[in-house]
């Protein structure tokens, strides 16, 4: 029986076994996961390379809409403005015009003038009136 029991591990032996395997079994484990690890962040840092590329290039593209966008719109309010003036250009004939034709009914009026004369004067400058009236509140 003596024989028997020393070809058995003791139970030190065997703890001391397993408690090697389990160390050795945690090692190849925390290294496998290590290994995973590294390459996920290798991945991790390639797409963040890519994605800040794609990130300077989109913030390009935005800065030259940008530019853009501002060039339009100086032109568009260079545009208004010129409009504006042209209206207000298409109005100043007319205007002119009633401001002469009101002068002519004033010197008529002092030269002692014929009422047939004076009336047309009035006429006319009422008409013209009428029209200017008419382009201003187009213009509106």
């Known amino acids: 029986m003596s024989q028997q029991g020393s070809n058995r591990p003791s139970w030190l032996t065997t703890g001391s076994i397993s408690l090697l395997l ?3 079994s945690s090692a190849v484990t925390a290294g496998a996961i290590y290994g995973q690890l590294k390459s996920d962040l290798s991945t ?3 797409k963040n390379g890519e994605l800040k590329k794609t990130n300077e290039q989109l913030t390009g593209y935005i800065n030259d809409w940008r530019a853009e966008n501002n060039t339009l719109r100086s032109q568009l309010n260079a545009t208004q403005l010129r409009v504006q003036t042209l209206e207000h250009d298409r109005c100043e004939p007319l205007r002119l015009k009633v401001d002469s034709l009101s002068t002519s009914l004033d010197i ?4 002692n003038a014929s ?3 004076l009336n047309v004067l009035r006429d006319l400058g009422g008409e013209y009136q009428e029209s200017l009236r008419a382009c201003y509140n187009a213009k509106s």
């Open 108 to 111: 008529a009026a002092e030269l």
């Open 44 to 46: 991790a840092s390639e």
């Open 22 to 24: 389990s160390a050795l």
């Open 115 to 117: 009422t047939a004369r």
